[in-house]
């Protein structure tokens, strides 16, 4: 006997997501989505530099594809599996932002690379790693390309010291498996009161190492790859790798991910640092991704409980904010503004939600979320749906985490 299951929030074109989708749902808005996309592009040609937008935010590969037709250089991956997962679904050119460690997932990529057209890059950071990698693809008779991944004290993975880096690129040249290809760093790890100018310093440091490298012979392409930069601070590596000539001697790489749905939390918070920083920008990214569900219960005054929990939705950077208040079957859809309500917790599958005074609300109303952390949303989700503006399914997307 065989069993269907059907995937939450599964919904199919010409839907009305307040009468015909099963919720909680995942939903993106078109309108929002398109805009962001050409957005970032524009904003990222125009600074002279490529764009590999970072895949690991959505694992969807509906939305890779409108990155790469827009113009994207490439995608990003976090590992092997992800990498697999983007070249089954046609993309053909990944930095892997990650070091490639353990022969299963060397034995992922290895298979990959039989394709001439795969184009790959992934990080190393210590000498062990390059060794390993060197014998294992040197055993195969193929040629990895490595990049050398700079990091920052108390930060995450990459060479600490820029004699450190140095040193690591005579390793990698000791093995006539790899081919080193660029230089990589990620400054979404420096915090604090003069952030903004350790970001600069970091970037102005990460650029003399590729010119040092280039210098010495160290790199295996004419034009070197130099790339850094996520979701909050791509202005800034724009600007520093801009101002330091990048672009005539090196393919210069930016790689934010989130902005291709945004957020109502922490990066809505970064844009609007982008947008201080930058006057130019007369407009800045659009929240596109939501979460919908309906109200569950209410079970004491000004309380509601939302059937929606951890399980649908992020809740590390902060918990989803009520939008607006639909209502179920009733078309055409109105929302009604109900951001003066505040989610209070989450458990797996509840929300706690207290209802602001003035505001209506029934058991089986639809409230739409944002979310802060879209990365941590996506991931919960094995579909979802994009919607116009009348607040029906143009079509239903699938992640592959």
């Known amino acids: ?74 995608m990003t991956l976090a590992t092997a599996v992800q990498t697999q997962a983007a070249y089954a679904y046609g993309v053909r050119r990944v930095l892997m932002a990650n070091q490639l460690v353990g022969a299963p997932n060397m034995a992922v990529i290895a298979g990959l690379l039989a394709d001439p057209m795969f184009e790959f890059h992934c990080m190393v950071d210590h000498p062990d790693n390059v060794a390993a990698l060197g014998e294992y693809f040197g055993a195969r008779g193929l040629r990895l390309n ?25 390793a990698v040249l000791a093995q006539p498996a790899l081919a080193l290809t660029g230089i990589e760093g990620y400054e979404g790890v420096i915090h604090g009161d003069h952030a903004v100018d350790g970001i600069k310093a970091f970037a102005a440091s990460l650029v003399r190492l590729a010119v040092e490298l280039q210098d010495k012979g160290s790199f295996a392409l004419e034009r070197p790859i130099v790339t850094a930069s996520g979701s909050a601070w791509y202005d800034l590596i724009a600007e520093a790798f801009d101002a330091q000539a990048v ?17 109502h939390g ?60 639909y209502k179920a079957g009733v078309l055409p859809a109105a929302g009604k503004d109900v951001s003066a309500c505040k989610v209070t917790a989450v458990m797996d599958q509840h929300a706690f939600m207290t209802v602001a005074p003035d505001c209506e609300l029934n058991v089986g109303d639809i409230i739409s979320f944002g979310t802060s952390h879209p990365c941590l949303t996506f991931d919960k989700w094995r579909s979802g749906c994009l919607v116009d503006d009348e607040l029906h399914v143009i079509e239903s997307f699938n992640t592959c985490f």
């Open 1 to 74: 006997m065989s069993i269907a299951v059907m995937d939450k929030g599964s919904a199919q074109p010409g839907d009305s997501l307040v009468s015909e989708v099963s919720l909680p749902a995942l939903v993106i808005h078109r309108k929002a989505l398109d805009h962001n996309i050409r957005w970032m592009q524009r904003f990222v040609t125009q600074s002279g530099a490529e764009l590999a937008p970072h895949g690991k935010t959505s694992m969807v590969p509906a939305l890779f594809r409108r990155q790469l037709e827009e113009g994207a250089w490439g």
């Open 146 to 170: 490595v990049m050398i991944e700079y990091g920052v004290p108390g930060g995450r993975c990459g060479c600490r010291t820029e004699a450190q880096v140095l040193s690591l690129a005579d």
């Open 247 to 263: 672009r005539e001697r090196f393919l210069s790489v930016l790689r934010p991910g989130s902005y291709v749905v945004h957020d």
């Open 266 to 325: 922490i990066y809505k918070d970064a844009q609007c640092c982008v947008l201080d920083r930058r006057a130019e920008l007369s407009e800045g990214l659009r929240p596109a991704l939501e979460v919908w569900a309906h109200v569950q219960s209410m079970p004491e005054p000004g309380f509601a409980v939302i059937a929606m929990g951890k399980r649908d939705v992020a809740y590390d950077a902060g918990l989803p904010n009520p939008l607006l208040r």
